[in-house]
C-alpha cells in the first residue's frame, strides 16, 4: 500500500524558515515524480512545487518562488519542501503527493497533510 | 481567484445526475488533460479522475469526466449521500510551468 506521511509543520513566526518533510513507502520511489500542494484553512487547493524523479525537472508556483526549495533524497525515499521568509498567506496545511505516469500528471494519492501556520 | 473556473456550488436529490464545469484557457485545458480531485470533508483529496477521462481502479462508473476545446466537466450519475463532498478540477498550465485547479464545487445531496 502507498503511504505518504508528512512532517515538520507547526507555528511559527514571520519572516522565519520552516522545513517540511515527506517519508514515502509501498511504492518504487525514485521511479516518480513528487509534489506539493497546499490548502488554506477553508479555502481550496494551491499547486506549490514539483519535483522529477532525479531532480532533473523541478517547477514552483510563482506564490513561493525564490522562497521554497523543494529537494528528494530517494536513497531515503525522502521529500522535502524548505520554506524560507515565511508569510501569513503561507497559513495551510500542506500535502505531499506521489505524481502519476508523468511529471506533469495527476496527483496520486495525497498525504494526510502537515499544517503549517505562520504568525507572531 | 484561481486559474480554472467552477461553480462554487451544485446539488442533486439521491439517484439523480449531476455535472460540474470546468472553465479553462488555451495554456492549460486546451492544451493539458484534465483531472478530478475528491475531497470529503476532514480528508485529503483523492484522484477520481484522471487524463480528461479514466477512472481510477476503485472508483464506481457512476464518475465521468468529459474535455472539450478549454472546458471539462465531471458527471456523476446514480447520486448518492456519501458523494458530497468538495470537487476540484486540475491541469498543467503551458504559460505558468506549473499546476492550475479551480476553486473547488461543493456538492450537496438534498
Known amino acids: 500500500e502507498v503511504q505518504l506521511v508528512e512532517s515538520g509543520g507547526g507555528l511559527v513566526q514571520p519572516g522565519r524558515s520552516l522545513r517540511l518533510s515527506c517519508a514515502a513507502s509501498?511504492?518504487?520511489?525514485?521511479?516518480?515524480?513528487m509534489h506539493w500542494v497546499r490548502q488554506a484553512p477553508g479555502k481550496g487547493l494551491e499547486w506549490v512545487s514539483g519535483?522529477?524523479?532525479?531532480?532533473?525537472?523541478?517547477g514552483y508556483a510563482d506564490s513561493v518562488k525564490g522562497r521554497f526549495t523543494i529537494s528528494r533524497d530517494n536513497a531515503k525515499n525522502s521529500l522535502y519542501l524548505q520554506m524560507n521568509s515565511l508569510r501569513a498567506e503561507d497559513t495551510a496545511l500542506y500535502y505531499c503527493?506521489?505524481?502519476?505516469?508523468?511529471?506533469?500528471?495527476?496527483?496520486?494519492?495525497w498525504g494526510q497533510g502537515t499544517l503549517v501556520t505562520v504568525s507572531s | 481567484q484561481s486559474v480554472l473556473t467552477q461553480p462554487p456550488s451544485a446539488s442533486g436529490t439521491p439517484g439523480q445526475r449531476v455535472t460540474i464545469s470546468c472553465s479553462g484557457s488555451?495554456?492549460?485545458?486546451?492544451?493539458?488533460?484534465v483531472n478530478w480531485y475528491q475531497q470529503l470533508p476532514g480528508t485529503a483529496p483523492k484522484l477520481l479522475i484522471y487524463?480528461?477521462?479514466q477512472r481510477p481502479s476503485g472508483v464506481p462508473d457512476r464518475f465521468s469526466g468529459s474535455k472539450s476545446g478549454t472546458s471539462a466537466s465531471l458527471a456523476i450519475s446514480g447520486l448518492q449521500s456519501e458523494d458530497e463532498a468538495d470537487y476540484y478540477c486540475?491541469?498543467?498550465?503551458?504559460?505558468?510551468?506549473?499546476?492550475?485547479f479551480g476553486g473547488g464545487t461543493k456538492l450537496t445531496v438534498l
Open positions: 519535483i522529477s524523479w532525479n531532480s532533473g525537472s523541478i
Open positions: 503527493a506521489k505524481s502519476g505516469s508523468y511529471y506533469l500528471s495527476w496527483f496520486d494519492p
Open positions: 488555451s495554456s492549460n485545458i486546451g492544451s493539458n488533460t
Open positions: 487524463s480528461n477521462n
Open positions: 486540475a491541469a498543467w498550465d503551458d504559460s505558468l510551468n506549473g499546476g492550475v
Open positions: 509501498g511504492f518504487t520511489f525514485d521511479d516518480y515524480a
